[in-house]
């Protein structure tokens, strides 16, 4: 967890535009944007991914579903709708070892995805 970059932006040792704090979770913009609204929910406490949460994150994992429905809700994406995505590991694309779920929206998006 050292180098992990999700932990330094929480840190705020790397600035990252944020979106929503408390005292479990950031949300922030996502540097290389994937939609006109492209947000990070992350935990504060360093996790790897989805298969390292336990039992005692279930509180956790439904208040990060919670806040990105607000955040959603708070740009304006509730109505058309958005999309939430959580890479776990290599074959789904996760790049950062730290548990996040991307909100993304303001376009259409296909499915099933790429
Ligand atoms: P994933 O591939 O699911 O692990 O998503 C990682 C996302 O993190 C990817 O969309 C790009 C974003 N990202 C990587 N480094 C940084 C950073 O330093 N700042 C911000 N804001 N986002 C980052």
Not at 40 to 55: D, G, K, M
Not at 59 to 85: F, P, T
């Amino acid at each position: 967890m050292g180098d992990c970059i999700f932990c330094r932006i929480v840190a705020q040792e790397i600035a990252g535009r944020i979106a929503y704090e408390d005292a479990d979770l950031v949300a922030f913009h996502d540097i290389n944007p994937q939609a006109p609204v492209h947000i990070l929910i992350v935990p504060r406490r360093h996790i790897e991914s989805l298969n390292a949460v336990t039992q005692e994150d279930a509180h956790l994992l439904g208040r990060m579903l919670v806040v990105a429905r607000d955040l959603a809700r708070e740009h304006g994406l509730a109505d058309d709708g958005y999309r939430l995505v959580l890479n776990t590991n290599r074959a789904a694309g996760q790049s950062v070892f730290h548990l996040h779920f991307h909100l993304l929206g303001g376009r259409f998006f296909h499915w099933p995805p790429g």
